[in-house]
């Protein structure tokens, strides 16, 4: 059996949802040791769990040592059932986290799914419901599979709660997509939201993006979210350009003004336009499984993270591929998927 070492490169939780989203595509059983070990509260923590379960019913996985904190798991698939699949993570943790385990063998399953994922649908860390509607789905779509995603109720960290529905029309085989160029900048606009926190915040996030990308008022906007199951604050900024999408998102926090919340998004946005690339930093994470299943394609991003690199590496010990880093400019790096025969 395949065994995965949890504490490789940034030791975090992608390690296993990389490992069990290719287990089911490849129906490759694995054992994954020192599972998020080099996080301040390593091993299995809830949204982690829920993905284990939600992957394991997905494939009718034969399961073992899976509790809340486990360090060491063997997941081993019988193939990769659609249908209906409702999975609740049951604290605000990630329903993009759980989502990003079960797509990708979903893509290519033999009939369609439809998934309801309760939890955290806007936090921290993770990709918000903005990021994969507006930006990681509609590339899906590209590469052949349709994927549409609903958001019924917003769940914000710590309180949770929140709802998407998705719903995936699957391909036999994926597509390569070539995802080099942006194109023109067709438009950037931004929101900042609140629930159940006084509208001033979102007034002062938007006056604060508005000035620092040199944006009409009028393409931001400060608007309250009702109802909410807790408070929360989101500031989102879309930048479509002529070949691709990309969402960036800041979270309130207790103790940051909210003038530095909307100043640190304006400041990755920035980031994003100056550099030239299609594909952000957190694009680059989402993308780099689908396209190692396609068995090509490339795309052009920022500096890669430890996060990405490590995530490359998981998918290069199940795929046999290898997926290649090579600059492509003063802030570009070309992601190239070399495939097994031509890797070795
Ligand atoms: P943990 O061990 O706590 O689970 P992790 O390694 O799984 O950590 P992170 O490194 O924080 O988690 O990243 C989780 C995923 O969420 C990555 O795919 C990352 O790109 C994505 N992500 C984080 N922040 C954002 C954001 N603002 N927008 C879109 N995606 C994001």
């Known amino acids: 059996m395949l065994t995965i070492d949890g504490s490789t490169g940034e030791g975090g939780g992608q390690i296993l949802r990389s490992s069990l989203a290719l287990s089911l595509c490849l129906g490759q059983p694995f054992r994954i040791v020192n599972i998020r070990s080099r996080r301040r509260n390593p091993g299995l923590g809830r949204q982690h769990l829920v993905a284990v379960q939600a992957a394991a019913e997905v494939g009718r996985a034969e399961v073992t040592g899976a509790g809340p904190g486990s360090g060491e798991i ?183 003004p909210a003038e530095r919340v909307a100043s640190d998004v304006a400041g990755s946005v920035k980031g994003y336009l100056d550099a030239g690339v299609p594909v952000g930093e957190h694009l680059a994470d989402q993308l780099l499984l689908p396209i190692a299943l396609t068995g090509g394609g490339s795309f052009v991003t920022q500096r890669p993270t430890l996060h990405a690199t490590t995530n490359a590496l998981v998918i290069e010990r199940f795929t046999g591929a290898r997926i290649r880093f090579d600059p492509a400019g003063p802030s570009a790096w070309r992601v190239t998927h070399v495939r097994a025969s031509a890797a070795r």
């Open 74 to 256: 063997t997941f081993a698939p019988r193939g990769v059932w659609p249908g209906d699949y409702r999975f609740s993570i049951g604290s605000a943790g990630s329903t993009g986290l759980v989502l990003q385990t079960v797509l990708p063998a979903l893509l290519t399953a033999k009939g369609p799914t439809r998934l309801v994922l309760e939890g955290g649908t806007h936090n921290p860390h993770a990709p918000p419901f903005e990021a994969l509607g507006r930006a990681f789905l509609p590339l899906i779509g590209r590469m052949g599979a349709s994927v549409s995603v609903t958001l019924a109720r917003y769940g914000f960290y710590p309180a949770g709660g929140g709802r998407i529905e998705v719903r995936i029309d699957p391909v036999e085989c994926l597509r390569p997509v070539e995802l080099d160029e942006r194109g023109r900048v067709l438009a950037v606009r931004g929101s900042a939201a609140v629930a159940d926190l006084p509208a001033h915040i979102a007034e002062r996030e938007a006056r604060v993006l508005a000035a620092e990308l040199g944006l009409d008022p009028a393409a931001v906007q400060a608007r309250r979210i009702a109802p909410a199951v807790g408070p929360g604050n989101v500031v989102t900024v879309v930048v479509e350009s002529e070949h691709v999408t990309e969402v960036f998102t800041g979270f309130g926090r207790r103790g940051v």
